[in-house]
């Protein structure tokens, strides 16, 4: 059974200061990789699209894909406030359909 | 304007009953699914719905039926409601239903059960 595990659970940082969020998978054959933000009460907004290994940007947020390591990472370059929100991880695994399998979350807090 | 609509954002029922949560959007996409988050669980797939044609369904229970009467419409019946149905539902859609393709979602509704 396809599994995503994401780390940590809670993030608190200063505005400013970049925030790591990180994310491991059961697969090494999974080629699509999401970062969702869902602030409360609210639908899941996309933040980056990774497909394959290095890095792929996205103004202030950057993903981090290491296929071998089973493993892709988020970074927010200067958070802000606003960015405070939960972080969903998605993976699409090669099974044949389409479904994302998504992580339990890192809640963010960015504190000024 | 927002893409995709679900409608109500809150839902209350109660034990026994029966609900259907509405999805429309306005993308032009040819997939639409379905999700469940709960206090519980982490976000997860239900149904995939490709060209109104059912592609895949995760759910173990007959009580949630999904109903395509649009191209852009995929609702989702839920009967005999227990508590533990309480959750957030979010519809989804893309392009197509390949590998690569984003999936945008809509706001969910909130279904609480009595």
């Known amino acids: 059974q396809q599994k995503v595990q994401q780390s940590p659970e809670s993030l608190t940082v200063s505005e400013g200061a970049m925030a790591s969020l990180n994310c491991t998978f059961s697969?090494?054959?999974?080629?699509?990789f999401r970062w969702y933000r869902q602030h409360s009460a609210k639908g899941l907004e996309v933040l980056v699209s990774i497909f394959s290994d290095g890095e792929k940007e996205e103004g202030r947020f950057t993903a981090h894909l290491n296929r071998a390591n089973l493993h892709v990472s988020l970074h927010i370059r200067e958070p802000q406030p606003s960015d405070s929100a939960v972080y969903l991880c998605?993976?699409?695994?090669?099974?044949?359909?389409?479904?994302?399998?998504f992580g339990a979350g890192t809640r963010l807090k960015v504190i000024a | 304007d927002p893409k995709i609509i679900q409608k109500p954002k809150y839902l209350v029922a109660v034990t026994g009953s029966e609900k259907i949560l509405i999805c429309e959007q306005y993308l032009g996409h040819n997939a639409m699914y379905w999700y469940r988050q709960s206090a519980k669980k982490p976000l997860e797939f239900m149904f995939s719905?490709?060209?109104?044609?059912?592609?895949d369904n995760q759910t173990a229970s007959s009580r949630f039926q999904p109903q395509s009467s649009k191209k852009n419409h995929l609702d989702l019946q839920i009967t005999a409601l227990k508590p533990d149905d309480s959750a957030t539902y979010f519809c989804?859609?893309?392009?197509?239903?390949?590998?690569?393709?984003?999936?945008?979602f809509g706001p969910g509704t909130r279904l609480t059960v009595l």
């Open positions: 998605a993976v699409s695994f090669n099974t044949g359909n389409y479904k994302y399998v």
């Open positions: 989804a859609s893309s392009q197509e239903s390949d590998f690569y393709a984003e999936q945008f």
């Open positions: 697969d090494g054959t999974s080629n699509n």
């Open positions: 719905y490709s060209y109104q044609k059912l592609m």
